[in-house]
């Protein structure tokens, strides 16, 4: 059994392509959310089933994560088409920046790379909408661990950012910011940065449980490790499973959402496993 995020932890995030103002804020609003309380059920409420593993101490996952600093790569320095490994150059590339470089922090630092709309990255729309895993010593100079996760919402909504668009092949219209050919609206008036969300929340428990790829899966090979999120995709409330993301609750507006945030912020996240009910959890559940 490896390590766990166990202690606090110092969020940088790299703003890789170029952003909408809008979108980085309620990111930001989210990672807030993870340690700060709000009305229950609350992101930190949910966080709270992600610090129920441990590592071989009997540490827990961590609830102190501190957004601690900011880079922002709007000319492109590694292209628009990026291939997996090249998530560890661009964390290279803003550790080395000046004179506004972000601190190499191999102690307590976690590094999350967000990749805008016109960047085209390795399995991204295919295989994957996210992924964490470490760096190697040999491009950044430490072993750091790190997730990247892109804005779906021009290249595949329907992938990425469901229930907010109706899947590519189903022959629906693609989402739009009024909610009006989405499957569910988007409580931040955006489904790719609200699809974006709950893929960045997924990255998030499974780096902090399973951070060196030798801590908390199941399967054989740690190459491909089934984790504690991926064993609740598409899981977001009661009931939910094989397409239906369950009970949650709906605004005024019908926007839908299962957890409250900071600023009065509301979010979609999917559920994790939750090692002592030994089922997906997540605080809205109602059984």
């Known amino acids: 059994m490896g390590p766990v995020l166990a202690g606090p932890v110092n969020l940088y995030i790299i703003w890789y392509g170029r952003w909408n103002r809008n979108h980085q804020a309620t990111i930001r609003d989210f990672i807030y959310s993870l340690s700060y309380s709000s009305p229950y059920p609350s992101v930190s409420d949910w966080w709270r089933t992600v610090r129920l593993y441990t590592d071989q101490t009997g540490s827990n996952v961590t609830g102190n994560i501190v957004l601690s600093g900011e880079f922002y790569d709007y000319r492109y320095s590694h292209g628009r088409y990026l291939s997996r490994l090249a998530m ?6 803003a550790v ?3 004179p506004r470089a972000l601190p190499l922090n191999p102690h307590n630092g976690l590094y999350l790379v967000l990749t805008s709309g016109d960047v085209q990255v390795q399995d991204f729309c295919r295989a994957v909408c996210g992924f964490h895993y470490f760096t190697f010593p040999t491009i950044v100079g430490v072993t750091v661990p790190y997730a990247w ?4 919402g021009t290249q595949c909504p329907g992938m990425c950012a469901y229930p907010f668009a109706w899947p590519k092949y ?10 009006g050919n989405n499957i569910m609206r988007a409580p931040n008036g955006d489904p790719g940065v609200d699809g974006m969300i709950s893929v960045l929340a997924h990255e998030l428990a499974e780096v902090s449980s399973n951070p060196f790829i030798n801590a908390w ?4 090979d740690p190459t491909s490790p089934t984790e504690i999120a991926d ?7 009661t009931g939910g ?3 239906f993301v369950g009970k949650v609750n709906k605004d005024s507006w019908g926007d839908g959402y299962n957890v409250n945030g900071v600023k009065g912020r509301r979010f979609l996240v999917q559920w994790v496993w939750n090692p002592v009910k030994r089922r997906c959890f997540g605080p809205n559940a109602i059984d």
């Open 88 to 93: 560890q150059s661009i964390i290279k590339s």
């Open 149 to 152: 996760v892109g804005y779906s």
């Open 231 to 237: 064993l609740c995709l598409g899981v977001y409330g």
């Open 241 to 243: 499973g094989g397409g």
């Open 170 to 179: 189903s022959g629906k219209p693609p989402p739009s910011t009024n909610g």
């Open 217 to 220: 899966y199941a399967g054989d």
């Open 96 to 98: 080395t920046a000046h």
